[in-house]
């Protein structure tokens, strides 16, 4: 307080009223929630805030005691803020419905489109992803039906002991080719697989 006020360090008893009045008119549990000053006069302990000095007008101003003034108050002081931001709040409406008119989905670049399937997206290429074939195989139970594209080379698997074919698959690029047990390829696509059993036997 002595910083606050700027008074002198050996003035400081004209500050004592002050800290003496602070401490009369503060609750305290010990006195069961009730200000010293109340149970000394059994008056009603005064608010801080009852009284306080407005700068602009440099004249003490006594807030009501009636509720309904204050209601009153606090309803003009919301109208206020909220006049105060309704320009801004209107401008970002209106901002935010030009950026929906202008935004609009698609390929911005190439205006390419592709039928991309989400279960087999990759988001680099890179042949050591950890992708077993134990994983394909379990996406592939997922009863997701994809078009082939072509058959491009076939090796025998040891592990399986059966020829497996490299499969690839419409809509997707090259790097999601994979292979498929000559077996299962019978069964599903025995056209396409024929054709190319002929192709190569035709080599």
């Known amino acids: 307080m002595l910083l606050e006020y700027k008074v002198s360090t050996k003035d400081w008893t004209y500050l004592v009223p002050l800290v003496q009045a602070s401490l009369n008119h503060t609750t305290l549990p010990s006195l069961g929630n009730r200000a010293p000053v109340v149970l000394f006069t059994g008056l009603s302990c005064p608010s801080p805030l009852a009284e306080f000095y407005h700068p602009d007008s440099k004249t003490l101003v006594t807030l009501p005691d ?5 209601d009153k108050h606090l309803a003009e002081l919301r109208g206020s803020l909220c006049a105060m931001h309704q320009p801004i709040n209107d401008q970002r409406l209106k901002q935010r419905l030009l950026n929906k008119k202008k935004r ?3 390929e911005h ?3 390419d489109e592709y039928d991309v399937h989400a279960s087999r997206l990759k988001f680099y290429a890179d042949s050591q992803l950890n992708v077993t074939e134990a ?5 592939a139970s997922w009863g997701i039906i994809l ?4 058959f491009k080379k076939h090796r025998w698997n040891s592990s399986i002991k059966d020829y497996e074919v490299l499969v690839s698959w419409k809509g997707l690029e090259s790097v999601e080719d994979s292979w ?5 390829l019978a069964i ?6 024929d054709q190319y059993i002929q192709n190569q036997d035709a080599k």
Not at 147 to 150: K, R, Y
Not at 188 to 193: M, Y
């Open 66 to 70: 009636n509720s309904a003034e204050i």
């Open 135 to 139: 994983i394909l195989e379990h996406i």
């Open 109 to 111: 670049v190439t205006g």
């Open 147 to 150: 078009a082939v594209n072509e």
């Open 104 to 106: 609009a989905r698609g």
């Open 180 to 184: 498929k047990p000559l077996k299962s």
């Open 188 to 193: 599903e696509v025995k056209v396409l697989l």
